[in-house]
């Protein structure tokens, strides 16, 4: 286990641009607001966002805690770290599968966390090293597949999904994002990216359609600005199913830690 946490939530894609760092941030905003002690790390090493999402200024660095740890950050009632704490903001990081992986463990295990009920794992694209090193050096609770309704972004998502079956992650369901294009000037409704995609991809795999979110420019605009929509519209529609994704995600772990309250993970 990692000190100071209790349930690991790894919230992955298949692939980039379906606002998966956009939904982690909302969802961990919506668990806390549920009453729990929230944690979030972003393990994008190529390219966090989380700082920005967060509203964290650049240049501001986690202080040590001890001789081998540091402080997460807080933001919005949550305790955050990333890469982007560690280095400048324009800094690219140019390293091999393995340094990122090294790095992406320093992150989880030399970071202070204090008493989480939950961290929500933001993690990269793809089925890499980062998602290995998780699912083989850490007990994971659960994960939660972020998706659009179009059908390429489906294929990766499905490829998420067998990534963790594999390696004894329970998945706890599926979030459709850009479900519904709204129009800014009448409100007029529209499926640009198909209908339906989630709700498929959870019935193929007997797993849940944790919530469906629009296609909304203020959702972008809002954690542009470092105030994610559960933070600057709270009674607000998308804030509102951001707290219904929260409380299914804690009913599937209260489930699978009464199915089985010790899981095994192989090297």
């Given at each position: 286990m990692?000190?100071?946490?209790k349930?690991?939530v790894?919230?992955?894609?298949?692939?980039?641009g379906?606002g998966?760092?956009?939904?982690?941030?909302?969802?961990?905003?919506a668990?806390?607001?549920?009453?729990?002690?929230?944690g979030?790390l972003?393990?994008?090493i190529?390219g966090?966002s989380?700082?920005?999402?967060l509203?964290i200024?650049?240049?501001?660095?986690?202080?040590?805690a001890?001789e081998?740890?540091?402080k997460?950050l807080e933001a919005?009632?949550?305790q955050?770290?990333?890469?982007?704490f560690?280095?400048?903001?324009?800094e690219?990081?140019?390293?091999?599968?393995?340094?990122?992986?090294?790095a992406?463990?320093?992150?989880?295990n030399?970071?202070a966390w204090?008493d989480?009920?939950?961290?929500?794992?933001?993690?990269?694209?793809?089925?890499?090293?980062?998602q290995?090193?998780?699912?083989?050096?850490v007990?994971?609770?659960?994960?939660?597949?972020?998706?659009?309704?179009?059908?390429?972004?489906l294929?990766?998502?499905?490829k998420?999904?067998?990534?963790?079956r594999?390696v004894?992650?329970?998945?706890?369901?599926?979030?459709?994002?850009?479900?519904?294009?709204i129009c800014?000037?009448?409100g007029?409704q529209?499926?640009?990216?198909g209908?339906?995609?989630?709700?498929r991809i959870?019935?193929?795999y007997?797993?849940?359609?944790?919530?469906?979110?629009?296609?909304?420019?203020?959702?972008?605009e809002?954690?542009?600005g470092?105030k994610?929509?559960?933070?600057?519209?709270?009674?607000?529609?998308?804030?509102?199913?951001?707290?219904?994704?929260?409380?299914a995600?804690?009913?599937?772990?209260?489930?699978?830690?009464d199915?089985?309250?010790?899981i095994?993970?192989?090297?």
């Open positions: 990692i000190e100071g946490v349930h690991i790894a919230v992955a894609s298949g692939k980039g379906v998966k760092s956009t939904v982690t941030v909302n969802l961990a905003l668990m806390a607001a549920e009453g729990y002690r929230v979030l972003d393990a994008d190529y966090p989380q700082a920005q999402m509203g200024a650049p240049g501001v660095r986690p202080q040590p001890g081998n740890a540091f997460p919005h009632g949550l955050a770290m990333s890469m982007a560690m280095v400048d903001v324009d690219p990081m140019v390293w091999r599968g393995p340094m990122v992986a090294g992406f463990q320093q992150l989880l030399q970071t204090k989480l009920d939950y961290l929500f794992v933001d993690m990269p694209p793809g089925t890499g090293d980062v290995l090193t998780l699912a083989q050096k007990p994971v609770s659960g994960a939660v597949i972020v998706t659009t309704p179009q059908d390429i972004a294929l990766d998502a499905k998420g999904i067998e990534m963790f594999k004894n992650v329970p998945v706890l369901g599926v979030v459709e994002n850009m479900s519904q294009h800014s000037q009448c007029h529209e499926p640009i990216f209908s339906g995609g989630g709700e959870a019935s193929q007997q797993t849940r359609l944790l919530g469906q979110l629009p296609l909304d420019g203020t959702i972008r809002q954690v542009d470092g994610p929509s559960v933070i600057a519209d709270p009674e607000g529609n998308v804030a509102q199913t951001f707290r219904q994704v929260a409380r995600v804690a009913e599937g772990i209260e489930a699978q830690s199915e089985s309250p010790t095994s993970f192989g090297e």
